[in-house]
């Protein structure tokens, strides 16, 4: 069964960092692009990050580029979301998704405010 | 970017009723779309994927249709269970990006 299970979700004051973490299993990790998609609370989906199997080729979207970094360990089956410099419009909640987004994490969220 | 124009961003109607969601693409995406349900507090669900192709164990009173830049999403016969917020996703570009959502409430 494929499993995906965020963590490391929680409040966070205006120009701080965090790193969520997304653990997967029942599937070949290595041969899946990992993404991240956020959500605002009461609002639509947003896509924010990917990564390709090897963890090479990281894509952003505008609005997290030079902020957000993903990366994963093949060797744990995690991808990670680092975020820097989080702004009061990052507030969201966070779900892992993969290959052509199929499988959802339950997601986690992040609060930033001071 | 690829803007994809959800609409209606809402509905009523009843149990039985046939329901339809379209999804415009500001651009030409092939088939590469896929049709999600959510549910208040949960994750998304994928319910059709490549702009027809019915998800595994997905009920077949779900269908989609369209390809380049036009897409349907159609429930045949409105479930008490589908009363939720339905989203479109292209895949074909990045960034990706999603329709604003559809909600489907009672009528």
């Known amino acids: 069964e494929v499993q995906l299970v965020e963590s490391g979700g929680g409040v966070v004051q205006p120009g701080g960092s965090l790193r969520l973490s997304c653990a997967a299993s029942g599937f070949t990790f290595t041969s899946y692009w990992m993404h991240w998609v956020r959500q605002v609370p009461g609002e639509g989906l947003v896509w924010v990050a990917r990564?390709?199997?090897?963890?090479?080729?990281?894509r952003y979207a505008d609005s997290v580029k030079g902020r957000f970094t993903i990366s994963r360990d093949n060797a744990k089956n995690t991808v990670y979301l680092q975020m820097s410099n989080l702004r009061a419009e990052d507030t969201a909640v966070y779900y892992c998704?993969?290959?052509?987004?199929?499988?959802w994490g339950q997601g986690t969220l992040v609060t930033v405010s001071s | 970017d690829i803007q994809m124009t959800q609409s209606p961003s809402s509905l009523s109607a009843s149990v039985g009723d046939r329901v339809t969601i379209t999804c415009r693409a500001s651009q030409g995406i092939r088939n590469d779309l896929g049709w999600y349900q959510q549910k208040p507090g949960k994750a998304p669900k994928r319910l059709i994927y490549a702009a027809s192709s019915l998800q595994s164990g997905v009920p077949s009173r779900f269908s989609g249709s369209g390809s380049g830049t036009e897409f349907t999403l159609t429930i045949s016969s409105l479930q008490p269970e589908d009363f939720a917020t339905y989203y479109c996703l292209q895949h074909n570009s990045y960034p990706f990006t999603f329709g604003g959502g559809t909600k489907v409430e009672i009528k």
């Open positions: 998704t993969r290959g052509y987004v199929d499988f």
């Open positions: 990564i390709i199997g090897d963890g090479s080729g990281p």
